[in-house]
């Protein structure tokens, strides 16, 4: 958690900022997608592919820029000594853009269509699941000029995991862990398809969110339970994160 309750209430801002942002994003992918034709699926997810990806690139730029002002907002409102520039990340090439959207849309689509649904449920399906990668590609670009900032911060020690306030499993269990800190290699966003999820800036005196030492709480408590009655015998790491999405899901 920030030092200071300005540095918290930038923090809270940010992420409503992102995900009006991916709001925005949305409804604009939601007009988009009239392009495309089940009918005529080649040519027409091509079409809707060139627009999405300029959306795309755009909104990442967006999303960067969103995460470069709360950088340096919240740098200042916690007192950081010194100065660090945000550090803005370029936006993902476009053929990676259309080759990602269309993995999934064109996949998303078809496995429909062969389940036997509708041509209307198949599109229907295949927005969402582009909706999904679009949006993990836009918000991407705050979430990396984050993780980029704070690494060229000397006195950053990582960030912390903000969830959007409904974080799937894996968030939370990713968020109940605590800071990523930068000093080890291993620290990157890791976020999925429609992830909500941003990240606060950790300093030193900098405390956990209220929310991650609750999930972590959670989190520990789920294991503690599924010990006891033998769900984790096969000792694999997806044994915890199920016993931990039981958890959440009982709102225990
Ligand atoms: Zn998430």
Partial sequence: MA?????????????????????????????????????????????????????????????????????????????????????????????????????VGV??????????????????????????????????????TLAASVRRDREAEGWQRVTDGSPCAFCAMVASRGPAYTSQRTARFEAHDHCGCSAEPYYRGSRTLATNARLAEAWEVAQRQAADTGELSRGTSNDALNAFRRHLAGGQ
Avoid: C, K, M
Avoid at 30 to 48: H, I, K, N, P
Avoid at 60 to 65: F, L, V
């Fill in 107 to 144: 996949n998303g689509v078809t496995t429909a269509a062969q389940a036997g649904l509708s041509p209307a449920q198949a599109s229907r399906r295949g927005l969402v699941r582009v909706a999904g990668a679009a949006t993990r590609l836009v918000l991407g670009g705050g979430r990396n």
């Fill in 3 to 103: 030092r200071t309750i300005a540095g918290a209430q930038l923090t809270v801002a940010h992420r409503q900022a992102q995900l009006a942002l991916r709001a925005d994003v949305l409804a604009d992918l939601t007009r988009l997608w009239t392009l495309f034709d089940a009918g005529d699926l080649e040519a027409t997810f091509t079409r809707f592919a060139a627009a999405a990806e300029i959306l795309i690139r755009q909104r990442h730029g967006d999303s960067a820029g969103l995460a470069a002002a709360y950088f340096e907002r919240f740098r200042s409102a916690e007192g950081v000594d010194g100065t660090a520039a945000a550090q803005l990340v370029d936006p993902p090439p476009p053929v990676l853009v259309r080759e990602t959207l269309r993995l």
